[in-house]
Nanobody, 123 residues
Framework: EVQLQASGGGLVQAGGSLRLSCATSGFTFNDYAIGWFRQAPGKEREGVSCISSSDGSTYYADSVKGRFTISSDNAKNTVYLQMNSLKPEDTAVYYC????????????????WGQGTQVTVSS
């Protein structure tokens, strides 16, 4: 059974940094994508970034490009989201999710989700 566990959220001042972790387990196939999404109160869920398990290809939403970095540690079965230069508008619950293929986007197909971790950026 595939499982995802997100952690690392917290309260940080604008301009600060946080690193989120998505611990994964149970994958029995080699090619999949891990995506990070976020949802702020009263707003629709937004795709943030994704990474390919097979070759490490990455994709970023324009809103985070240049500030966030996604990476993976295959030995630890963990995907990270390093968030720098945080802004109040980054405040949201962040989720990691998986799709059985990577295609460089954050569209549909992410069918398995971990629980969220709250990120709050104060101004």
């Amino acid at each position: 059974e595939v499982q995802l566990q997100a952690s690392g959220g917290g309260l940080v001042q604008a301009g600060g940094s946080l690193r989120l972790s998505c611990a994964t387990s149970g994958f029995t196939f080699n090619d999949y994508a891990i995506g990070w999404f976020r949802q702020a109160p009263g707003k629709e869920r937004e795709g943030v970034s994704c990474i390919s398990s097979s070759d490490g290809s990455t994709y970023y939403a324009d809103s985070v490009k240049g500030r966030f970095t996604i990476s993976s540690d295959n030995a630890k079965n963990t995907v990270y989201l390093q968030m720098n230069s945080l802004k109040p508008e980054d405040t949201a619950v962040y989720y990691c999710a998986t799709r059985t293929y990577y295609s460089g986007d954050l569209g549909s197909g992410y069918t398995l989700w971990g629980q969220g971790t709250q990120v709050t950026v104060s101004s």
